[in-house]
């Protein structure tokens, strides 16, 4: 019996010298720790997760409305859809949240090698910007899209056509991609040389068309994928995936709950991208920036004529916004506000060192790019945001972003920015901005061709040419 047989034999049996043995029994012990401890991790955070989403389901129900709001600012009610406190209000004891938070960072920072906060350290823009513009002049050499074609006559040309007049609204993102594409030297006639296949339908025109409405959205899609796979070959090389449409509304994450499969195919290139529902792939999709269309150049403003430390107004659509409002709504130097202003818009955001972002209904809102234009560094308060550009810019080096938990404790975070790192931030706000905006005809590094840069980072390396059996399935 060979030397290995021998062993093998000795395990069978469980014959092990005592050194043998010692090993084994110390592994078993260590693997069995190691196990509980990554158990424990995962326990830990999903849970929480879970929470979030089931609380914030529970508490979106029952908010209340925008004329009680002043109601509610100053007194105790459990707000906090993050945390499960057993009926403590957690916005009670800011210090416990900063010590909690502290501790927090602490241990992943050690267990996983994580960071959180310290600008100084986030000075560059970009990840790395030399990569990002070899790839980019790649991307603008090659990229080619073909796009579904449709005419004027077709019943659904509002929705399936860019439109002819000026884009407003909130919204006002995916039909500007639509123009700008079109007027791109992305476009092919060609299917064979195309690398991405555009579906050209827009959500928010179809939200508002009778027709279909918001229930009939998910209906309108399949029906349009069965169109096109019984017209045209393209759809059944991949089954999808080299197809891709735009939303901006956040109706668009139910498009495809009719076409499950093609769901999980099809690239999607949202403003609502958030990591908690499964509608939504990082690795597959895309983030866009909800802006809201200006004219003219953007304005700049010093850094001295800036008085006010933060600023935010808005509807109150969720349990993070009535948190901020409730602790900072009476504060004279956070200026947080629901409902209409008296004053412009414009003039707050010029007037302020930082704005602020929360999440509403969903993670996106425009006021980042409003910020950006305005030249105002952005506050992130939206978990689970999937940025846009995220992996191309660095938001560290032109933003603040904030854990919900961490409301209590806003100002102190911002006051212990000092005016060299936030100098450092709004000069790269100021610098990232070009990408936050859009133009038609579109410009380089504008919001459309970054998010063409996008797409094509998700393009598939293998082209498949059509073959005369192709032209008839």
């Known amino acids: 019996m060979g030397k290995s047989s021998s062993f093998l034999y000795q395990v069978s049996q469980h014959r092990f010298p005592a050194a043998l043995k010692g090993f084994f029994y110390f592994l078993h012990v260590s693997l069995a720790l190691t196990t509980l401890l990554v158990i424990f991790i995962y326990i830990s955070t999903t849970g929480n997760v879970t929470n979030d989403h089931a609380q914030t389901t529970l508490y979106l129900q029952t908010l209340p409305s925008t004329s009680s709001i002043s109601s509610l600012i100053g007194q105790t009610i459990p707000i906090v859809p993050f945390e499960n406190n057993d009926n403590d209000d957690l916005f009670a004891d800011p210090s416990r949240i900063a010590r909690m938070t502290r501790a927090n960072q602490w241990f992943l920072g050690n267990l996983f090698g994580l960071t959180n906060g310290n600008y100084t350290d986030n000075q560059e823009a970009y990840h790395d910007g030399d990569l990002f513009l070899q790839d980019y002049k790649q991307m603008n050499k090659s990229l080619k899209i073909y796009v579904y074609p449709h005419?004027?006559?077709?019943?659904?040309?509002?929705?399936?056509?860019?439109?002819?007049?000026?884009?407003?609204?909130?919204?006002?993102?995916?039909?500007?991609?639509?123009?700008?594409?079109?007027?791109?030297?992305?476009?092919?006639?060609?299917?064979?040389?195309a690398d991405l296949f555009y579906m050209p339908f827009s959500i928010s025109p179809m939200r508002t068309d009778p027709r279909i409405d918001v229930d009939g959205i998910p209906?309108?899609?399949?029906?349009?994928?069965?169109?096109?796979?019984?017209?045209?070959?393209?759809?059944?090389?991949t089954g999808g995936a080299d197809h891709f449409y735009v939303a901006c509304h956040s109706i668009g994450k139910i498009a495809f709950d009719k076409a499950f499969v093609a769901r999980l195919n099809v690239i999607q290139l949202v403003c609502s991208s958030t990591y908690f529902p499964s509608s939504y792939l990082p690795h597959k999709d895309a983030s866009?920036?909800?802006?809201?269309?200006?004219?003219?150049?953007?304005?700049?403003?010093?850094?001295?004529?800036?008085?006010?430390?933060?600023?935010?107004?808005?509807?109150?659509?969720?349990?993070?916004?009535?948190?901020?409002?409730?602790?900072?709504?009476?504060?004279?130097?956070?200026?947080?506000?629901?409902?209409?202003?008296?004053?412009?818009?414009?003039?707050?955001?010029?007037?302020?060192?930082?704005?602020?972002?929360?999440?509403?209904?969903?993670?996106?809102?425009?006021?980042?790019?409003?910020a950006l234009y305005y030249g105002c560094v952005p506050i992130i308060l939206a978990n689970h945001y999937d940025l846009p550009f995220t992996d191309i810019l660095n938001w560290k080096s032109f933003s603040v972003i904030v854990h919900h938990i961490d409301i209590p404790v806003l100002k102190k975070i911002l006051q212990g920015i000092s005016n060299d790192e936030y100098s450092m931030l709004q000069s790269n706000a100021?610098?990232?901005?070009?990408?936050?905006?859009?133009?038609?005809?579109?410009?380089?590094?504008?919001?459309?061709?970054?998010?063409?840069?996008?797409?094509?980072?998700?393009?598939?390396?293998?082209?498949?040419?059509?073959?005369p059996s192709m032209e008839f399935m």
């Open 219 to 237: 209906g309108f899609v399949k029906n349009y994928i069965s169109n096109i796979t019984r017209k045209y070959p393209y759809w059944n090389r």
């Open 288 to 370: 866009m920036p909800q802006v809201w269309p200006r004219q003219g150049d953007p304005p700049n403003l010093l850094t001295s004529q800036r008085k006010r430390l933060a600023f935010f107004a808005g509807a109150v659509n969720s349990p993070v916004r009535i948190a901020l409002l409730k602790v900072w709504a009476n504060d004279t130097e956070i200026f947080a506000h629901f409902g209409r202003l008296q004053t412009p818009y414009s003039e707050q955001l010029l007037g302020s060192k930082f704005c602020i972002h929360v999440k509403g209904f969903e993670v996106n809102t425009a006021r980042v790019a409003d």
């Open 151 to 193: 005419s004027k006559d077709d019943p659904f040309a509002n929705v399936l056509l860019p439109p002819d007049s000026d884009i407003k609204g909130n919204f006002a993102s995916e039909l500007l991609f639509k123009k700008a594409l079109m007027k791109s030297h992305f476009i092919t006639k060609d299917p064979n040389e």
């Open 430 to 467: 100021l610098r990232v901005r070009k990408h936050f905006q859009w133009n038609v005809p579109p410009i380089d590094f504008d919001a459309f061709h970054m998010s063409m840069y996008e797409l094509w980072k998700r393009r598939s390396v293998v082209r498949v040419k059509l073959t």
